[in-house]
C-alpha cells in the first residue's frame, strides 16, 4: 500500500538489523565512561560515534541522543532552560504547531509553562509581527520555532532576530524537515538557534529516537548548555537509554552523510511539487496554495463540511495512508477536522518520482469525489453515530476497492527501501 503520513519513513535494512540487535538487553544508565552499570563498554563505543557523526554532520559542539523520542526530547529541554510558570513560545496547534510547543491546558508544555501561542496571517505563514509584538510583551525564555503540520519553510533567522531582543532561547525543533536541511533543501537551523531538537525517524530515516543539538550559538549564550541538557535528559526525565536505537541513530547518521542521501532530499521536494501540482490541476484546495517542504494540508472547506475524518478513512480503503488534520481557523472540530494532511518522505524512499506521484494525486482526487457528499451533521450530538455509520458503508465501497487493487499492483513495484539508497 501507499504511505503519505508526513511523520512516516522507512529505515533501512542496516537501520532496522540495528534496532533488533541484542543492545536491547543492556542496561547502560549515565553516559559514556560514566556509567551506572559494568559492561558497557561496547555499548559506550556505538554512543560516542553515534555523537561523533552527529557533531560532523551538523558541525556543532554537543549532541545528546538518549531522548527517547520527540515529545520527551523537548521536554528534556525545557526542564534544561526554564523553570516552572516560566514563559514559553510557540506555534499554536491548529497553526500547524506541535502539541509540545505548548499547545495550553492538555499537554505539560502548557500546563507547567506560561504558554504564549502564536499564529499565521491571512497567506497562511507565519505571522511574524505578531511573534515579535507577543515577545516583546510577554518576555519569553524560550522561542520554539518548530512544525508539525506547517507546510512551509521555517525562517530560523527571523525567529533569532526577535529571541535576541528579549533574551529569550531559541529552539529549533526540525523533527520534520532535518533530512531537508541536510540535503540544503530547508534553511538550516544550525546558525541561528541555540538549541536544535529533531526526532531521528522522519526525513533524517532512522529508527524511532531523538536528538538535542547545543549549538556554538547556544554555547556562546551559556557555556554550560551542553551539561544543563545532559542533566535534564538523563538523570532528570530518563532512565537507561535505548542502546539498540542508538546504534541505529549512528547508522542514520553514517546514511545522512551520503551523496544518496543529498539526492533523496532533493527528490522529496520534487516529488512533493509534483504532487501539489496534480491536486491543484484536479480543483484541490491546499492551505496556503503550495508547499515548500516534505508535506502539504488540503483544505476541504470548499467541497463540504468536516471532511477529514471522512476522506482519511475513505483513503484507508482505498489503500492510501493519510491524516486528518486542523487548517487554520478550523470551522468545525479538532476531532472532526476540515483537512488532510499529505507527505512524501516514505514514497520517496521507495523510489517513486514525480509520475508517481501524479498517479497517487489522481488516486486521492478520485477518492475526494467519492466522499464529497458526506458532509458532517452540523448539529454535534449527531456526529458519532454518522462516523460510525459512515465507516460501515464505505468499508465494502465497490469504488473505493477497485481503487485499492490498482493501489496494491501498482505499489508491488516499489520496495519499502530504494536499492539505491542502500549503502555498500
Known sequence: MIGLIPSENHA?????????STLSSKYSEGYPHRRYYE???IIDEIELEAINRLKKLFKVPHVNVQPYSGSPANSAIYFALMEPGETLMGLKLASGGHLTHG???????GRFYNSVQYGLNDKARIDFEQVEKLALKHRPKVIVAG????????NFKKFSEIADKVGAYLVADISHVTGLVISGDHLSPFPYANVV????????????GAMIIVTNRGVAKDKDLPGKIDKAVFPGLQGGPHNETIAG????????SSEQFQEYGHQIRKNTNALVVILKERGLKLVGDGSETHLMLLDLTEIGFGLGTQLAFALDVAGIYANKNTIPDEP?????PSGLRIGTPLVTTRGMKAVEMRKIGNWIADVVEIVAQEELPQDKKLRHQFI???????ASNKALLEIRVEVKKFAKDYKLFADEWQLA
Not at 541513530?249 to 545522512?256: C, D, V
Request: aromatic content about 14%.
Open 103 to 109: 499547545h495550553p491546558k492538555v499537554t505539560f508544555s
Open 388 to 394: 460510525k455509520n459512515f465507516k460501515q458503508r464505505y
Open 249 to 256: 541513530i549512528a547508522i542514520a547518521a553514517q546514511e545522512a
Open 12 to 20: 533501512s535494512p542496516a537501520v532496522r538489523l540495528a534496532v533488533a
Open 147 to 154: 512544525n508539525t503540520a506547517y507546510p512551509f519553510e521555517l
Open 197 to 208: 531538537m529533531s526526532t531521528t525517524h522522519k526525513t533524517f530515516r532512522g529508527p524511532r
Open 332 to 336: 468545525c472540530s479538532p476531532f472532526y
Open 39 to 41: 559492561g558497557n563498554q
